[in-house]
Structure formats: structure tokens, C-alpha cells
């Protein structure tokens, strides 16, 4: 490692750099570290090959398949932003020296059964990187490195998006357009055939003669590049020098045709190691420890200009420093880059001419006051409605059917367009994005409150949802790429929650207000002038940092995601008035089910997914996302139970049971601001997480002793101060979590999958409160009660299921311990490192 220089970044994308790792002909690789602590090496592409949008398109798809190869003999690539101005991908940190330098500096060649170990891991490295779609390309002694458990293969997958640049250049003319290195490549990539698999495997071979001798398969390049290249292409490799248990097969691997190597899993198989035995000498092992030792103790000197600036938002070209090396500098093992002994600044790629550093925004807070108010806005139409449809049903003479339509429209509407709304907001942009939908909302709005007949009123719902849809991803998103300091980003996070914590309180506070003292019409025109604000502040105070996703719009994805989400809330929706048992009820629950296996099925193939690569599969993010989902169906409860109970049991209005509301608002606030925004950096984000949960949980428990006989007093406000703190102390560790080392780019999606797990979770949770209630209400009828007790009755009917409610939470505070292990810096530092974060 290196120390940075005054010319390096801060950042790069969310990773605050720490160290130089090395240079190569694609472009530098730093030493990171992201704000859970994890530790990760980032690769930053020579700004010759970004301005070559052939090479940003396969950069792109190669990257998004690169993901999905894994980590177990490879160094899994855990995040990246094609669309940068310099494109970077960060991948697993691994704390151990390559094999060229192990060889080739250290320890000379390896034992016999060091040999056949390192066969076994690369084949099943080649082979999960095959099975993922990819071929290496440029496997080489300095691609593999040395840990205590074992090799790992890096850098794979990134070299076929050159290919491009080398079909319009001369491998012989052009510095970098060389796809391998001479010393490891196949015959048919010195020929310029189409590559398979089987090039990977002569390079395999070749590989294992270099670990078995410590010299080139085909000698030096004394004699020039092109007759190296020859002497590949058509004479025999000399395996002098290679263990006779492993000369038959590296023979076999480096056949001069293609069809005759083995595959990856039949080198595996044929040298399956010894479990019993270290893989390396002692003295190997030991180096190893110290180097691991060394990390622990590694102090980065922040340069005096690095220490100076902010923290470099994500999409910063790097500043310019040096020309790539010339061709001259050719080394036969390592390809292009600096010589051995160089300055660690030798070779730095130049930055396009046309894109200076952007600074923060110096009214970044003023900005995050005016998306918090547009999502205060969505919040405020939703609860609002909801509380003022007894209104509107006696008004307009509706039917029982039409109020439940009208209900149900606006959260149809919502969560099914949730998914699209991240990705159109990563494609033209979160900005724009929130400006088209503050537009929306506005005439939705105004619709609504003219409605002079329910249809109208159905579709001022349907649009409301919509353009709500549109404006939530692109909210979180501009919160999370506008505040990139560990410091700020707690706090924005923290007041962001807040408003998203506590927006339906105050929704519900506002609409009781509005429909006693004026009428349900107003209370939807409302909306009106504070979308205006809103409108106002966006195009004045709100600024867009990072890039803007590329592609084409994914219309499959889109079409099962918002098919299945859609499906499944209309046919929860459907459930309890239809009956669970009925054919369109089950047809959209298991049809709902089935499109959304393959929306997640499609991102894992998709060139331009919905959602960023790791937001469903990597456990951090997924846990979070299972913990919004079973909180959204146990919090869920709470406002329609705890209202009846008010407004029938205490004789609350329609305000005063609103405004019942605003302290548990006030309790979510403390939490997301005081508690959870002090704790994101500090600890591992499911501590927090964890204990906001239970919080919410233990507050759900104290309301199952409500009844006739409770207060508000005694009752209601100890519970709802509780469930506020509780919601604002989980929210913030799910937002972070969710969105954190997500490139500016892809933000929206991650976004979008936190609201669209939420709206799922609301929707379940909904469907079996009215299930419980429909139950009871049933039995009651049956009865001869008077509509005293009916009421006490169902009061309690509904009071129970504040203990399934709990369970919820308690469930959702399980799987997000179990999943969610990212640590904190302070725990990081604790630990001696290993692999990777």
C-alpha cells in the first residue's frame, strides 16, 4: 500500500479512500472503506477508455454480471457506477500479496501440493465466473491472490468490455488496447479468435507452470512482442520443472485447440485437495499474518488539500495528474503500467476536459426542508382521505362497494408504480423527476376536490398514488446522493425519517382538522398550495449530485414488478369482502406471487435492472428490506384501532383524534434525529434497527389492554410514545442500509424497494385486521347484543390483534439481526481483518 497524495479524491462514489493499492492499464485501485466499516478495493477506470461509450455500454452489462459470480474463490465485486464521469467498480478487499509477488519477490516457486491446491481453487473460481456468463479473459499470477484460506481470483469480467476499443485499434500500436497479458494468454487471443471458455483454462495452465517454476510458460519477451506472440501461438510449452502429478493435466489445459482442454469442473475434480493440510509452506503463512498485522496498524496520512475539501460526491472525475504510461513500459506479466519501483503517482488516468469537481451544494439543508415537505405531502393526502371518506361516502351517496374501491385505489396505484418511479428517476433524473411530480399531485388534488361524482374522485386517487409513487423514490434517493459526509448523512437520514416516520400522524391530524372545521373538498385541495411550495423550493434549492443512469427503459422488469405488486394489493385488498377461497382472489395472490419470483428472476438478468445489483440478494439491504416489510404490517394497526377507540369508547371528533396523534409524531422525531441519527457510523446499523423495533413492539403490547375502560392518559399516550420513538429509531438504519453504497445512478431503484416493501407489509397487515374484525362482527350478528356491547365487543376484537401486530415487530426485529451484519467503524477496528468487510 501507498500512502494517497494531495491529488487523490476524499471519496470516490461512498467510499472514503484510505490507501493507493496499485495501477494497471485499466486505471488505479484504491483502498476503501464504506460507512458501515466495510473495507473494499476500488477500481478507477483510465478516463480514455470512459469517453468510449462502446466500452461504458459492456462495462456496464460486464460489471452487472460480475456480481453474481460470488466470493468464495473469487473477490466479489460489491458495487460500481458505470455511468461516473471516471467509472469505478469496488470490489471484496482481500489482505494478502498476489502470486507474481509471492514467486516472483518472496518465496521463489511453490511446493507440489501448493500446486495442486491452487488448480483446485482457480477451476472453481473459472467455473463460477463461467456459470455467471463471463469469461476472465486476463487470468494472470497478479490477478490471483494469496490468503491464508486460500487464492482468490480478482478482475474478472472487466476485460471483455475492451474489446470494443481493440477491434478499431492495433494490439501493437495502441497503449492499453492489449486484452491479457502476452506472458498468459491463449493461442486464439493472440490470433484474434472468438473467446470461450477454453482460453480460460490455457491461462489456467500457464498460471500453474509460472506457481510451479517461477518462470513464463513461453520465456521472456527479449526477442520483441510479436515473436512472443508467435511462440504462443504455434510452438509447445517446455513443463520442465512442473510436478509429475500435474504434468499430464497442465499439458491437457494448454492445448493448442480449444475443444481438447478440460473444463473448469473437470480440473476441479481431478484435483480435489487434501482438507488435512495447509495449503501454503509456514513461511508463508507467517508473511501472510504479518501482512494482515501490518493492515491492523496501517495509519493513511489524510493529505493537507484532502483534508481541506468535501467529501467528493459520487460522479467526480478524479483531478489531473499524469499521462498513462507509453507502451515502452510493457512488462510481460503485469501488461501496461508504472515499471516495479516506480512513484506511487507514476501513472494516473487523465480526467475528461470537460467535467470539473463539483462542490456541495451550500444550500443542501434548505433542500432536504423542501423534500421533506414533499413527502410530507404524499403522507398528508393518503391519511387525510382515509380519515375523511364517512364525509365523502355521505356526501355523494356511496355505497358501501364504492367507498371500498375508493380506499383501495390509492393504494393499488402507489405501491404498483413504486418500482417504476425508482427507475425513471434514475433515467432522467431524481430532480426532474420530483418536479413531474409535484405537478401531478397538484392536479390530482384539485381533480379530487371537484369531484362532483365518485368516479372522478376514484381516478383523483389513482393519480394521487401515482404521482405519489413517483415523488417517495426520488425523495430518499435525492437525500441519499446529496449528503455523502458520514456526519451529514445521519443527520439528513435522521429528519428525512422523521417526516417519513410521522408523516401519516400528521396526515391524520391535519384531515381531522380540515373535515371539522371545513370539509372533506378542502381537505384535498389542500394539497394544491403546498405542492406549489414545494415546486417552488425544488426548482430553487434542490440540486441533483451524481450521475444519471444509462440504458433503456426495462419494460419486462417493469412489467412484472408492477404486475406482481399490483396483483398482490389488490388481491389482499380483495381477500376479507370476497373471501380468501374465491378464483380471482386466489388467481391474483398466486399470480401476484409468481410475476414477482420473476421480477426478481429479471434483475438478475437484465443489462439496465430495476433495482441495483445486491439490493435483494446481499444480506444487509435484504434484512432491512424483510424487517420494513413485517414493521409495516404490525404498525399498520395502530391508527384505525387506536381512532375507533378514541372516537367511539372516549367520544373523541374527528380532530381530536387526530391531533391524539401528533405526540407519538413528536416521539418519532426524537428518534430518528436524537437517537438513531447520532448512532449511523458508530455502531452496526442493526443495533439501532433492533432496538427501535422492539421499542415499537413493546408499545403495540400496551395497547392490547385497551378498552371501555381505558384513558388516553394512561392508555393510549404511553403506547404511542413508545411506538414513535421505536419507528424513528428503525427508520433511519433501514434507509441508510438500503441506499448506502448504492451508485448515485441506481439510487431510485434502491428506493423504490424500500417503499414498495413497506406498502406490501402495509397491505398483508390491513387484510388481516379486517379479516379479524370481519370474523367477530359476523359472530356478533349472529347474536342478540345490544350496540353497546356490538361496539365493546369489536373494540376488544380489534385491540387483540395488537398482539399479532407485536409479534410482527418482534419477528421483523429477528431477521434483521440474523441479516443484518454490517459493523460499525468502532466494531471494525476491534477485529483483526480477514477477507473482505
Known sequence: MDQLTAEDPARIGPYRLIARLGAGGMGLVYLGRSEGGRT?????????????????RRFAREVAAARRVGGSCTAAVLDADPEAAVPWVATQYIPGPDLHAVVARQFGPLPEYSVHTLANRLALALQAVHEAGLIHRDLKPSNVLVTVDGPRVIDFGIARAMDSLAEEHSLHTRTGMLIGSPGFMSPEQVRGLELTPASDVF????VLVYAATGRLLFGATDTGLNAHLFRIAEEEADLTGVPAALVDLVRECLHKDPARRPTPREVAERTTPDQAQEWLPGAVLAQLGRHAA?????????PAQAA???PVPQGTPLPPAYAPTPLADFDPERGFG???GAPPNAWRPPPP????????????????????????LVLIQAAAFDFALPAVQRDLHLSADDVRTMAGAYGVAFGAVLLIGGHIADLVGRRQTLVVALLGCAAASALGGSAAESGTLVWARVLQGVFGALLTPAALSLVATGFTDPKERGRAFGLYAAVAGGGTALGMAAGGWLLTALSWRVALFVGVPVAAVALIGTLILVREDGGRGAGDFDGPGALLGTGGVAALLYGLGEAQPRGWSTPLVLVLLVGGALMLAGFVWRQT?????????????EPNRAGSLLGMLLAGAGVVVLYPVVGYFLQVALGYAPNAAGAAFLPMAAAIAVGSTQVSARLLGRVAPRVPLLAGLVLTAVGLFLLTRLGFEGSYATGVLPALLLIGLGIGTAFVPIFATVTGGV?????????????TAQALGTAIGATVLDTVISVHVDGLLGGSQMPRAIEKQLLHAETASFWWAAGSLVLAGLVAALMVRARGPRDDARRAPAAAG
Open 338 to 340: 508504472p515499471p516495479p
Open 743 to 755: 451508485a448515485a445512478s441506481r439510487s431510485g431503484g434502491a428506493a423504490a424497494a424500500v417503499f
Open 605 to 617: 438478468a437484465a443489462a439496465h435492472p430495476l433495482l441495483p445489483a445486491g439490493v435483494l440478494g
Open 40 to 56: 473494499v478495493a476500488v477500481k478507477v477506470v483510465q478516463a480514455e477508455y470512459a469517453g468510449h461509450p462502446e466500452f461504458r
Open 294 to 302: 501490518e493492515l491492523l496498524d496501517y495509519a493513511p496520512v489524510i
Open 353 to 376: 476536459r470537460d467535467s470539473p469537481p463539483a462542490a456541495a451544494n451550500p444550500r443542501r439543508w434548505w433542500g432536504l426542508a423542501v423534500i421533506a415537505l414533499a413527502q410530507l
Open 203 to 206: 491461462c489456467l495452465g500457464a
Open 308 to 310: 481541506a475539501e468535501e
